[in-house]
């Protein structure tokens, strides 16, 4: 499976349980970390923590399984890691006060505009 296709799974997922935001960065030139960073969030910690299991079991049917995985126990920030692809999900004001897209301002954002339901 291409990176874009796991892309794709991970903002379909987002999406269709409204995460609020979400934005896919382009790094490959800017780290060694991975390659796209998928940044969303949601509006309670309840919600976000629904966001980060809905992208890891919509991959897991792929057989895609993350590499490594922070916060699965209450957090505020849920990170999974699929070497290629970063998802960042953060509850709101945890997203506010880190400000990802800032800190990463030279990466390429990426059009996610035709897998995302328009209400």
Do not use: C
Not at 88 to 97: L, P
Not at 105 to 117: C, G
């Amino acid at each position: 499976m291409t990176t874009e296709e796991k892309i794709k799974i991970a903002v379909k997922a987002l999406d269709s349980k409204r995460a609020e935001d979400i934005q896919v960065l382009k790094v490959t030139d800017l780290t060694i970390l991975g390659d796209y960073f998928i940044i969303a969030n949601g509006n309670s910690t309840t919600h976000t923590k629904t966001l980060a299991e809905e992208v890891e079991f919509q991959l897991s049917q792929q057989g895609i399984e993350p590499h490594h995985r922070e916060g699965m126990n209450g957090s505020n920030w849920y990170i999974l890691d699929y070497r290629d692809i970063i998802i960042h999900v953060f509850y709101q004001e945890t997203r506010e006060f880190y400000r990802l897209e800032q800190l990463w301002a030279d990466a390429e954002q990426v059009d996610i505009s035709n897998w995302i339901v328009r209400e």
